[in-house]
Protein backbone atom coordinates (compact mmCIF):
# COMPACT_ATOMS: atom_id res chain seq x y z
CA UNK A 1 0.00 0.00 0.00
CA UNK A 2 1.23 3.45 -0.92
CA UNK A 3 2.10 6.49 1.97
CA UNK A 4 -0.92 8.54 0.93
CA UNK A 5 -3.49 5.77 1.41
CA UNK A 6 -2.24 4.45 4.91
CA UNK A 7 -1.89 8.08 5.76
CA UNK A 8 -5.95 8.33 5.02
CA UNK A 9 -6.33 4.97 6.64
CA UNK A 10 -5.42 5.95 9.63
CA UNK A 11 -7.35 9.27 9.07
CA UNK A 12 -10.23 7.80 8.78
CA UNK A 13 -9.61 5.11 11.94
CA UNK A 14 -10.30 8.47 14.19
CA UNK A 15 -6.61 8.77 15.10
CA UNK A 16 -3.75 11.63 14.13
CA UNK A 17 -1.12 11.09 11.49
CA UNK A 18 2.01 10.48 12.48
CA UNK A 19 4.39 13.64 13.33
CA UNK A 20 7.29 12.93 15.46
CA UNK A 21 9.40 9.63 15.33
CA UNK A 22 10.89 8.50 18.05
CA UNK A 23 13.43 6.02 17.05
CA UNK A 24 16.13 3.98 18.53
CA UNK A 25 19.10 3.73 16.97
CA UNK A 26 20.80 1.04 19.59
CA UNK A 27 20.07 -0.46 22.46
CA UNK A 28 23.70 -0.03 23.70
CA UNK A 29 24.66 2.54 26.18
CA UNK A 30 28.14 3.62 27.78
CA UNK A 31 26.25 4.09 30.69
CA UNK A 32 24.20 1.59 32.94
CA UNK A 33 21.76 3.81 34.53
CA UNK A 34 19.55 2.34 37.52
CA UNK A 35 16.22 4.17 36.13
CA UNK A 36 16.98 3.32 32.82
CA UNK A 37 13.31 2.15 31.76
CA UNK A 38 14.25 0.47 28.59
CA UNK A 39 17.02 -1.31 30.44
CA UNK A 40 20.21 -0.48 27.96
CA UNK A 41 23.27 -1.92 28.30
CA UNK A 42 26.97 -2.11 28.02
CA UNK A 43 27.51 -0.87 24.03
CA UNK A 44 27.80 -3.84 21.93
CA UNK A 45 27.67 -3.79 17.77
CA UNK A 46 25.22 -6.09 17.74
CA UNK A 47 22.78 -3.96 19.31
CA UNK A 48 23.25 -1.39 16.72
CA UNK A 49 20.25 -0.84 13.81
CA UNK A 50 22.01 -0.59 10.24
CA UNK A 51 22.30 2.76 8.44
CA UNK A 52 20.62 1.32 5.58
CA UNK A 53 17.52 0.11 7.68
CA UNK A 54 17.21 3.32 9.25
CA UNK A 55 17.64 5.36 6.40
CA UNK A 56 14.41 3.37 4.33
CA UNK A 57 12.51 3.78 6.91
CA UNK A 58 12.91 7.84 7.52
CA UNK A 59 12.16 7.80 3.98
CA UNK A 60 8.95 6.00 4.39
CA UNK A 61 8.37 8.14 7.37
CA UNK A 62 9.27 11.18 5.59
CA UNK A 63 7.00 9.83 2.68
CA UNK A 64 4.20 9.82 4.84
CA UNK A 65 4.02 13.09 5.90
CA UNK A 66 6.24 13.02 9.13
CA UNK A 67 7.67 16.06 10.50
CA UNK A 68 9.83 15.67 13.41
CA UNK A 69 12.14 12.85 14.39
CA UNK A 70 13.89 12.04 17.57
CA UNK A 71 17.08 9.93 17.54
CA UNK A 72 17.65 8.08 21.01
CA UNK A 73 18.69 4.43 22.37
CA UNK A 74 19.90 3.62 24.43
CA UNK A 75 23.07 6.27 23.89
CA UNK A 76 22.90 6.91 19.97
CA UNK A 77 26.32 8.03 20.46
CA UNK A 78 27.29 4.38 21.04
CA UNK A 79 25.95 4.10 17.22
CA UNK A 80 29.28 4.94 15.44
CA UNK A 81 26.77 5.93 12.18
CA UNK A 82 24.54 8.28 14.43
CA UNK A 83 26.17 11.34 12.37
CA UNK A 84 25.04 10.13 9.51
CA UNK A 85 21.27 9.83 10.55
CA UNK A 86 21.08 12.85 11.68
CA UNK A 87 22.73 14.63 8.53
CA UNK A 88 20.41 12.32 6.61
CA UNK A 89 17.24 13.21 8.55
CA UNK A 90 18.08 16.75 8.22
CA UNK A 91 18.26 16.24 4.16
CA UNK A 92 15.04 15.07 4.21
CA UNK A 93 13.93 18.69 5.45
CA UNK A 94 11.88 17.82 8.65
CA UNK A 95 11.00 20.54 10.78
CA UNK A 96 11.91 19.15 13.92
CA UNK A 97 15.71 16.95 14.67
CA UNK A 98 15.96 15.67 17.75
CA UNK A 99 19.24 13.83 19.17
CA UNK A 100 18.72 12.53 22.57
CA UNK A 101 21.80 11.67 24.62
CA UNK A 102 23.61 11.67 28.05
CA UNK A 103 25.95 14.10 26.13
CA UNK A 104 29.13 12.07 27.61
CA UNK A 105 30.92 11.12 24.54
CA UNK A 106 30.64 14.15 22.70
CA UNK A 107 34.06 14.81 20.79
CA UNK A 108 35.18 18.36 19.34
CA UNK A 109 34.82 16.30 16.20
CA UNK A 110 31.32 15.90 17.04
CA UNK A 111 30.46 19.43 17.37
CA UNK A 112 32.01 20.61 14.20
CA UNK A 113 29.79 18.56 12.75
CA UNK A 114 26.54 19.30 14.47
CA UNK A 115 27.56 22.98 13.67
CA UNK A 116 27.56 21.64 9.93
CA UNK A 117 23.99 19.91 10.73
CA UNK A 118 22.59 22.90 12.64
CA UNK A 119 19.58 24.86 11.87
CA UNK A 120 16.69 25.80 13.65
CA UNK A 121 14.98 22.82 14.41
CA UNK A 122 17.72 21.07 15.98
CA UNK A 123 17.35 20.10 19.70
CA UNK A 124 20.04 18.25 21.80
CA UNK A 125 18.35 16.96 24.79
CA UNK A 126 20.67 16.16 27.29
CA UNK A 127 19.84 14.23 30.36
CA UNK A 128 20.84 15.73 33.78
CA UNK A 129 19.49 14.14 37.06
CA UNK A 130 21.01 16.45 38.81
CA UNK A 131 22.65 19.90 40.03
CA UNK A 132 25.28 18.43 41.15
CA UNK A 133 27.95 14.81 41.09
CA UNK A 134 26.40 13.31 43.78
CA UNK A 135 23.13 13.28 43.18
CA UNK A 136 23.55 12.90 38.79
CA UNK A 137 26.17 10.20 39.49
CA UNK A 138 24.18 8.57 42.29
CA UNK A 139 21.86 7.30 39.09
CA UNK A 140 24.60 6.91 36.41
CA UNK A 141 27.28 6.02 38.04
CA UNK A 142 31.19 7.79 38.97
CA UNK A 143 32.07 10.66 36.48
CA UNK A 144 28.65 10.44 35.00
CA UNK A 145 28.10 13.82 35.81
CA UNK A 146 31.31 15.10 35.02
CA UNK A 147 31.46 13.87 31.79
CA UNK A 148 27.56 15.18 31.00
CA UNK A 149 28.73 19.04 32.12
CA UNK A 150 31.95 18.37 29.49
CA UNK A 151 29.70 17.54 26.75
CA UNK A 152 27.59 20.34 27.51
CA UNK A 153 30.11 23.00 27.51
CA UNK A 154 31.88 21.83 24.37
CA UNK A 155 28.41 22.35 23.19
CA UNK A 156 27.72 25.82 24.59
CA UNK A 157 31.42 26.85 23.53
CA UNK A 158 30.99 25.48 19.88
CA UNK A 159 28.01 27.81 19.90
CA UNK A 160 25.61 25.77 20.27
CA UNK A 161 23.88 26.39 23.99
CA UNK A 162 20.73 27.83 22.28
CA UNK A 163 19.91 24.38 20.87
CA UNK A 164 20.46 21.98 24.36
CA UNK A 165 17.08 21.42 26.16
CA UNK A 166 18.20 19.47 29.15
CA UNK A 167 15.88 16.70 30.75
CA UNK A 168 16.04 15.80 34.31
CA UNK A 169 13.93 13.08 35.91
CA UNK A 170 12.53 13.62 39.29
CA UNK A 171 13.35 11.07 42.31
CA UNK A 172 13.13 11.85 45.57
CA UNK A 173 16.92 12.42 45.82
CA UNK A 174 16.88 15.06 43.40
CA UNK A 175 13.64 16.99 43.23
CA UNK A 176 14.51 19.57 44.97
CA UNK A 177 17.53 20.44 42.69
CA UNK A 178 15.26 21.42 40.27
CA UNK A 179 15.70 25.48 41.07
CA UNK A 180 19.40 25.06 41.36
CA UNK A 181 18.96 23.32 37.89
CA UNK A 182 17.45 25.94 35.70
CA UNK A 183 19.99 28.88 37.68
CA UNK A 184 22.63 26.38 36.26
CA UNK A 185 21.41 26.07 32.86
CA UNK A 186 20.12 29.71 32.16
CA UNK A 187 23.49 30.94 33.25
CA UNK A 188 25.37 29.18 30.41
CA UNK A 189 22.49 30.32 27.72
CA UNK A 190 20.63 27.06 28.01
CA UNK A 191 16.84 27.76 27.60
CA UNK A 192 14.84 25.02 28.14
CA UNK A 193 14.57 21.99 30.91
CA UNK A 194 11.94 19.97 31.16
CA UNK A 195 11.43 17.09 33.67
CA UNK A 196 9.76 14.18 33.82
CA UNK A 197 8.90 12.02 36.92
CA UNK A 198 10.53 8.50 37.22
CA UNK A 199 8.50 6.17 34.83
CA UNK A 200 8.64 2.63 37.19
CA UNK A 201 9.06 -0.13 34.72
CA UNK A 202 12.86 -1.35 33.37
CA UNK A 203 15.27 -1.13 35.50
CA UNK A 204 13.63 1.28 37.31
CA UNK A 205 11.14 -1.15 38.56
CA UNK A 206 13.98 -3.12 40.05
CA UNK A 207 16.01 -0.83 41.88
CA UNK A 208 16.51 -0.18 45.76
CA UNK A 209 18.58 3.20 45.84
CA UNK A 210 16.20 5.38 44.14
CA UNK A 211 11.90 6.28 43.70
CA UNK A 212 10.07 8.57 42.47
CA UNK A 213 9.08 11.93 44.71
CA UNK A 214 6.57 11.57 47.51
CA UNK A 215 3.90 13.80 47.61
CA UNK A 216 4.82 16.24 49.87
CA UNK A 217 7.89 16.78 48.23
CA UNK A 218 5.77 17.98 45.51
CA UNK A 219 3.75 20.29 47.68
CA UNK A 220 7.17 21.76 49.10
CA UNK A 221 8.55 22.45 45.35
CA UNK A 222 5.00 24.50 45.03
CA UNK A 223 5.59 26.16 48.04
CA UNK A 224 9.01 26.75 46.85
CA UNK A 225 7.83 28.41 43.52
CA UNK A 226 5.07 30.84 45.04
CA UNK A 227 7.70 32.26 47.86
CA UNK A 228 10.69 32.33 45.42
CA UNK A 229 10.37 35.23 43.24
CA UNK A 230 13.29 34.28 41.80
CA UNK A 231 12.61 30.72 41.21
CA UNK A 232 9.63 31.82 39.59
CA UNK A 233 10.75 34.14 37.15
CA UNK A 234 13.36 31.55 35.90
CA UNK A 235 11.09 29.14 35.58
CA UNK A 236 8.98 30.98 33.22
CA UNK A 237 11.79 31.38 31.10
CA UNK A 238 13.27 28.29 30.88
CA UNK A 239 11.65 25.22 32.72
CA UNK A 240 8.26 23.07 32.54
CA UNK A 241 7.57 20.63 35.89
CA UNK A 242 4.48 18.74 35.42
CA UNK A 243 3.71 19.57 38.71
CA UNK A 244 3.93 22.96 38.53
CA UNK A 245 1.92 23.42 35.03
CA UNK A 246 -0.76 20.87 37.22
CA UNK A 247 -1.00 23.73 39.39
CA UNK A 248 -1.47 26.50 36.89
CA UNK A 249 -3.29 25.24 34.46
CA UNK A 250 -7.40 24.88 33.70
CA UNK A 251 -7.18 23.08 30.55
CA UNK A 252 -9.33 20.17 30.08
CA UNK A 253 -8.22 17.02 28.78
CA UNK A 254 -11.26 14.74 28.36
CA UNK A 255 -9.51 12.65 25.72
CA UNK A 256 -5.77 11.48 27.01
CA UNK A 257 -3.92 9.59 24.14
CA UNK A 258 -2.81 10.96 20.90
CA UNK A 259 -2.04 8.39 18.99
CA UNK A 260 -0.31 8.10 16.40
CA UNK A 261 1.41 11.40 16.25
CA UNK A 262 4.42 10.25 18.41
CA UNK A 263 4.74 6.41 17.58
CA UNK A 264 8.54 4.48 18.83
CA UNK A 265 10.48 1.89 17.32
CA UNK A 266 12.32 0.42 19.33
CA UNK A 267 16.24 -1.49 18.16
CA UNK A 268 14.69 -4.81 18.11
CA UNK A 269 12.26 -3.38 15.19
CA UNK A 270 8.59 -3.12 17.79
CA UNK A 271 6.60 -0.19 16.61
CA UNK A 272 4.57 1.22 19.76
CA UNK A 273 2.23 3.67 19.11
CA UNK A 274 3.75 6.52 21.49
CA UNK A 275 7.05 6.49 23.46
CA UNK A 276 5.40 5.77 26.74
CA UNK A 277 2.41 2.99 25.71
CA UNK A 278 4.47 0.25 26.05
CA UNK A 279 1.59 -3.05 25.57
CA UNK A 280 3.33 -5.38 23.40
CA UNK A 281 -0.54 -6.27 22.53
CA UNK A 282 -0.88 -3.17 20.76
CA UNK A 283 2.29 -2.88 19.23
CA UNK A 284 3.67 -4.20 15.24
CA UNK A 285 7.18 -6.00 15.57
CA UNK A 286 9.20 -6.77 12.61
CA UNK A 287 9.06 -3.09 11.23
CA UNK A 288 12.79 -2.99 9.69
CA UNK A 289 11.72 -6.38 7.90
CA UNK A 290 8.16 -5.54 6.82
CA UNK A 291 9.20 -1.62 6.24
CA UNK A 292 7.57 1.28 7.95
CA UNK A 293 4.54 1.54 6.39
CA UNK A 294 3.43 -2.05 5.86
CA UNK A 295 3.94 -1.92 9.77
CA UNK A 296 1.88 1.17 10.20
CA UNK A 297 -0.87 -0.38 7.67
CA UNK A 298 -0.79 -3.43 10.59
CA UNK A 299 -1.13 -1.69 13.19
CA UNK A 300 -4.11 0.50 12.46
CA UNK A 301 -7.31 -1.50 14.19
CA UNK A 302 -4.85 -1.94 17.43
CA UNK A 303 -4.33 1.55 17.80
CA UNK A 304 -7.06 2.42 16.93
CA UNK A 305 -9.30 0.22 19.85
CA UNK A 306 -6.79 1.60 22.17
CA UNK A 307 -7.89 4.90 21.34
CA UNK A 308 -10.92 3.62 22.02
CA UNK A 309 -10.19 2.33 25.68
CA UNK A 310 -7.68 5.64 26.69
CA UNK A 311 -11.25 7.65 25.89
CA UNK A 312 -13.20 5.61 28.35
CA UNK A 313 -10.33 5.49 30.82
CA UNK A 314 -12.23 8.49 33.01
CA UNK A 315 -15.41 6.73 33.27
CA UNK A 316 -13.86 3.28 33.85
CA UNK A 317 -11.10 4.14 36.57
CA UNK A 318 -13.04 3.89 40.43
CA UNK A 319 -11.03 6.38 41.97
CA UNK A 320 -11.06 9.37 39.19
CA UNK A 321 -15.14 9.08 38.93
CA UNK A 322 -15.03 11.59 42.06
CA UNK A 323 -11.91 13.44 41.40
CA UNK A 324 -12.30 17.46 41.21
CA UNK A 325 -9.55 17.31 38.47
CA UNK A 326 -10.69 14.13 36.36
CA UNK A 327 -11.67 16.91 33.66
CA UNK A 328 -8.20 18.35 33.57
CA UNK A 329 -6.05 15.02 34.11
CA UNK A 330 -8.36 12.49 32.25
CA UNK A 331 -7.21 9.48 34.21
CA UNK A 332 -3.50 10.89 33.68
CA UNK A 333 -1.40 8.69 31.11
CA UNK A 334 -2.58 5.23 30.22
CA UNK A 335 1.24 4.17 29.19
CA UNK A 336 2.30 5.08 32.80
CA UNK A 337 -0.25 3.53 34.36
CA UNK A 338 0.46 0.13 32.24
CA UNK A 339 4.48 0.84 33.09
CA UNK A 340 3.41 0.82 36.27
CA UNK A 341 1.48 -1.73 37.18
CA UNK A 342 0.49 -3.42 34.02
CA UNK A 343 -3.25 -2.51 33.81
CA UNK A 344 -4.56 0.14 31.10
CA UNK A 345 -7.56 0.93 33.68
CA UNK A 346 -5.59 2.10 36.29
CA UNK A 347 -4.61 5.32 37.32
CA UNK A 348 -1.60 6.66 36.38
CA UNK A 349 1.22 6.34 38.79
CA UNK A 350 1.34 10.04 39.75
CA UNK A 351 -2.53 10.13 41.06
CA UNK A 352 -1.22 11.33 44.44
CA UNK A 353 0.71 14.05 43.68
CA UNK A 354 -2.24 15.21 41.09
CA UNK A 355 -4.84 14.91 44.02
CA UNK A 356 -2.85 16.92 46.36
CA UNK A 357 -2.08 20.07 43.79
CA UNK A 358 -5.90 19.64 42.54
CA UNK A 359 -7.35 19.93 46.47
CA UNK A 360 -4.61 22.95 47.09
CA UNK A 361 -6.45 24.58 44.00
CA UNK A 362 -9.60 24.04 45.42
CA UNK A 363 -11.54 22.62 42.76
CA UNK A 364 -14.71 21.32 42.79
CA UNK A 365 -16.29 19.06 40.25
CA UNK A 366 -18.80 21.32 37.92
CA UNK A 367 -22.61 20.88 38.32
CA UNK A 368 -23.14 19.88 34.56
CA UNK A 369 -19.73 18.98 32.79
CA UNK A 370 -21.13 19.21 29.08
CA UNK A 371 -21.51 23.35 29.93
CA UNK A 372 -17.77 23.27 30.63
CA UNK A 373 -15.57 24.67 28.27
CA UNK A 374 -13.77 23.26 26.58
CA UNK A 375 -10.25 23.94 24.84
CA UNK A 376 -8.71 21.89 21.75
CA UNK A 377 -6.74 19.17 22.31
CA UNK A 378 -2.64 19.82 22.28
CA UNK A 379 -1.11 19.05 19.86
CA UNK A 380 1.22 17.33 21.55
CA UNK A 381 0.61 15.23 24.24
CA UNK A 382 1.84 16.77 27.55
CA UNK A 383 3.13 13.39 28.53
CA UNK A 384 5.42 12.18 25.73
CA UNK A 385 8.78 13.66 27.14
CA UNK A 386 10.81 10.95 28.40
CA UNK A 387 14.40 10.21 29.02
CA UNK A 388 15.95 6.79 28.08
CA UNK A 389 19.59 6.54 29.79
S1 LIG B 1 -1.21 10.03 27.56
FE1 LIG B 1 0.54 8.66 27.76
S2 LIG B 1 -0.08 6.82 26.64
FE2 LIG B 1 -1.41 8.46 25.98
S3 LIG B 1 -0.43 9.35 24.13
FE3 LIG B 1 0.24 10.52 25.91
S4 LIG B 1 2.18 9.58 26.51
FE4 LIG B 1 1.08 8.12 25.24
S1 LIG C 1 -5.97 12.67 39.70
FE1 LIG C 1 -6.18 10.44 39.86
S2 LIG C 1 -8.32 10.11 40.36
FE2 LIG C 1 -8.15 12.23 39.60
S3 LIG C 1 -8.64 12.06 37.41
FE3 LIG C 1 -6.40 11.89 37.66
S4 LIG C 1 -5.95 9.70 37.75
FE4 LIG C 1 -8.16 9.98 38.13
Redesign the pocket.
Known sequence: MKAYEVRQKIKLAGLRPPGTLTLAITGACNLVCCHCWVSAGEATSSDHVPLQTIRRLVKDFAAIGGSGIRITGGEPLCQPEWLEILQFSRSLEFKRVILQTNAILLSDDHITALRKIDFPGLSIQISLDGATAATHDLVRGPGAYSGAINGIMKLVQGGLARRISIFFTEMRHNLLEIPALLDFAYNIGINTVSTGSMVLCGRASETSILSPPGVEQYLNLLERYESDFHFRELYRKTGTVAALEWRAGNAIRQECCTFLENPYITPSGRIYPCLLCHTDEYSVSGVFEKGFIAALDEGIHLWSSLLQISRHR?KN?P??NE?P??LL????CMGRAWGSCGNLLA??DR?KT??AI?KKKHLTLPENPATHKSYPKPSVCPDTTVTTG
Open positions: TIECCGKCAGGPDCRRY
